[in-house]
């Protein structure tokens, strides 16, 4: 079954506004990661968050994570016309033992155009 | 540091025709994984590696893809014969997971992709 679904699919907002995309996966998780990818490039890690945390900054972004719900937030504040990409988050599983699987598992992604 | 190296960066084949792509991952990664990418399907898991070893190649699709890593700094991934719904871009990625006194570093390095199409 798919972990790490995206929604909304697609967002658009003006530049200043804050983007919020949001991320439900099914299984337990060591950690959970967004990236982001620009077209036609990579995808690029933006933040990682463990799963016993709850909320993590890093510049622009604020990511929270709620393990009860199995669900994760990314919030873009004051966005800019560069920010126009695809976000995905990607969870890291936890096996039975607690130990991690060693892969990331990608959700579909979540397209934001922010207009100048 | 150069990134994660991959070539060809666009192949255009006709169908039956074997494609090579080729992965470097960045120096003193100890993990590769192998991703195909569609509008279709988003990005796929194919294969990964740890310390140059096939951990899980569950997302394989057919006999047709394999992958290898014969040493820590070169990766290949072969379709042989190629089809037409093999167009996709493939990207390759590399870690460094935990173990033996080195800093564990969870989050995946990409490279630039090949886009292959297959005609």
């Known amino acids: 079954s798919q972990q790490g679904e995206e929604d909304p699919q697609a967002l658009s907002i003006q530049e200043g506004e804050n983007a919020t995309m949001n991320c439900s996966y099914k299984t337990s998780i060591n950690n959970l990661q967004w990236y982001r990818q620009n077209s036609g490039r990579g995808l690029v890690h933006l933040i990682l968050i463990r799963s016993n945390e709850r909320e993590k900054h890093s510049g622009r972004l604020r990511v929270t994570l709620d393990t009860s719900k199995k669900s994760s937030s990314l919030l873009i504040t004051a966005s800019r016309a560069a920010d126009t990409a695809s976000y995905f988050c990607a969870t890291d599983g936890k096996s039975a033992g607690g130990t991690s699987y060693g892969k990331l598992t990608f959700g579909q992604g979540t397209i934001l155009t922010v207009h100048p | 540091d150069a990134g994660v190296i991959q070539s060809p960066r666009h192949e255009v084949t006709e169908m039956g025709q074997e494609v090579t792509l080729r992965c470097k991952p960045i120096s003193g990664h100890n993990s590769l994984f192998w991703y195909r990418q569609t509008m279709m399907r988003g990005l796929e898991l194919l294969i990964y590696?740890?310390?140059?070893?096939?951990?899980?190649d569950s997302g394989m699709p057919e006999d047709r893809f394999s992958a290898k890593m014969p040493n820590a700094s070169f990766s290949t991934l072969k379709i042989q014969p190629s089809e037409p719904r093999d167009s996709a871009v493939y990207f390759c990625?590399?870690?460094?997971?935990?173990?033996?006194?080195?800093?564990?570093?969870?989050?995946?390095?990409f490279g630039p992709g090949t886009r292959l199409t297959v005609t």
């Open positions: 590696f740890n310390n140059n070893v096939p951990i899980d």
């Open positions: 990625a590399s870690s460094l997971r935990g173990g033996q006194g080195r800093i564990s570093s969870y989050e995946q390095y």
